[in-house]
Nanobody, 128 residues
Framework: QVQPVESGGGLVQAGGSSRLSCAAS????????VAWFRRAPGKERDFVAV????????YYADSVKGRFTISSENARNTVDLQMSSLKPEDTTVYYC?????????????????????WGQGTPVTVSS
């Protein structure tokens, strides 16, 4: 099993950048499909970005495409989410999720139900 742990985030001004990291102890994250989700208050967790087990394929939600970049940092055993051109509507809690299966199509990787391991989340606040 793997236990994701998020770090980073915090308060940032609109138009600025921030970097989130997802770390895991005991197992290599390169053995898992790893995704970032986010949840605004009162809503379900929405897909943000995903990277496959080899780090060769990445996919993004339309709302963050071109602004966010997901990457595998094998030396640190983390999966990072670099966020730029941040907007106030990016304000929410961000979660790292992992699953041991192979990356399937968009209907699969966009569904929070397909990830077996979740972190506790890290808040990001973008001020206008």
């Amino acid at each position: 099993q793997v236990q994701p742990v998020e770090s980073g985030g915090g308060l940032v001004q609109a138009g600025g950048s921030s970097r989130l990291s997802c770390a895991a102890s005991g197992r290599s994250l390169s053995d898992y499909v790893v995704a970032w989700f986010r949840r605004a208050p009162g809503k379900e967790r929405d897909f943000v970005a995903v990277i496959d087990r080899n780090g060769e394929r990445t996919y993004y939600a339309d709302s963050v495409k071109g602004r966010f970049t997901i990457s595998s940092e094998n030396a640190r055993n983390t999966v990072d989410l670099q966020m730029s051109s941040l907007k106030p509507e990016d304000t929410t809690v961000y979660y790292c999720a992992a699953d041991g299966r192979l990356l399937a199509g968009s209907a699969w990787y966009r569904s929070r139900l397909n990830y077996g391991y979740w972190g506790q989340g890290t808040p990001v606040t973008v001020s206008s």
